[in-house]
């Protein structure tokens, strides 16, 4: 049980009537950046919170009557005890003494990712690099100061700069989750300088050509290349996992899709001789490619800015391989199993190319009567007299 702070001025009823009326509240320090305010009013006063927000400045919330006029039921009406446990409360969640902590908001974040069929291994690294120390913190009490420690000694251990800026976005991701869930956490500015990107740690990377030529053979999702493990490399073909989009909690299966001789050659030189339940595709520095900006849309967007391309996004690889299907003559449902959609939506988004595509087969079938200079037509005998 936490101990109960005393205060002279603020405890008793007797105390707080010889306060003077104002609207300034009085207040008193019940945690560290926490203070139990006391308004005093004409009539029976009234319990509020303050917590700092780590950026110089304070929110402050009201909560409750005091017990200035009428006993203290502990619900409505408080007495000063009561008072500073719900002032902690309100800004901790119920059990004052059990704040969330880093290591609950990584499991909290890591079970989001896996219910929106994200993958979580980015989630598992920053839990292994974390101090058992920063683990236990409140997140509500972290600070820039440890966090930037905890940052530069990544860098001083040897992981790569780049390496260091992606598992910090990671963390912070897991850190913004928390926040958006509790209004309480108000320290967010604590992570966005703490974990900020390092000098130079944006390169370029060589690895991302190679899940680029996955997404324009197959047509897929990102989020199915991100899902390929090794066994999914067959002698000339992959087995592709479907993306499980639609509506209600779907398992993840996978189709055969065949790819040309070189695809096959190159993922297998990538593969090697790593295990069949290894990610298929991977980043230079050795962690699963992840369907996320920094390991699809930047490298992506450096790749056309070096070959002098206009701007567009990874996925138009998806809409170019629909549009190749279509134009050359496979059927909108083949196209439709093909890229892990349905027929109804190539006509919703691509009605155009399929009306070309069937004006041209129509004309590959229909019969031209018109005579050339190589045809030979014989006259028809006359049957009249």
Known sequence: MARRLRSPTLESRSARAKLKVRR?????????????????????????????????????????????????????????????????????????????????????????????GGLAAHVQRVRRLLTPVLLKRPVGLLTSRELRHWRDAQLSSGLAASSVTRTCKALKACLNHAAEADDTIVNKRAWTKGLAALPDSQVARTDAVLDAEVLAVTG????????????????????????????????????????????IARLKAA?????????????????????????????????????????????????????????????????????DTSPQMLSKHYAHYIADHSTELIRRVQLDLAPTPADKVAPLASRLP
């Open 24 to 116: 300034k509240p009085y207040f008193v320090s019940v945690a560290p950046g926490i203070s139990l305010g006391y308004r005093k009013n004409r009539g029976p006063g009234s319990w509020l919170v303050r917590c700092a927000d780590g950026k110089g400045g304070a929110w402050t919330e009201g909560f409750g009557i005091a017990d200035d006029l009428e006993d203290a039921d502990n619900v409505h009406v408080l007495d000063f005890w009561t008072a500073q446990t719900r002032a902690r409360e309100q800004v901790r969640g119920k059990g004052a003494a059990k704040p969330l902590t880093l290591v609950q908001a990584l499991d909290d974040y890591e079970r989001d990712l896996v219910l929106r």
């Open 271 to 339: 593969a090697g001789d790593r295990p069949p339940t290894a990610p298929l595709l991977r980043r230079a520095d050795g962690e699963a490619w992840q369907p996320i900006r920094s390991d699809q849309s930047r490298p992506f967007a450096q790749a056309l800015a070096a070959a002098g391309l206009p701007k567009v996004v990874p996925y138009a690889l998806r809409h170019s391989s629909i549009v190749r299907c279509l134009t050359a003559g496979l059927s909108p449902q083949l196209t439709a199993d093909m890229h």
């Open 220 to 263: 897929c999702r990102p989020i199915q290349a991100a899902r390929l493990l090794v066994g999914d490399l067959k002698s000339d073909h992959l087995m592709l996992p479907r993306s499980a989009k639609g509506k209600g909690r779907k398992s993840v299966t996978r189709r055969p899709m065949p790819l040309p001789p070189s695809l």
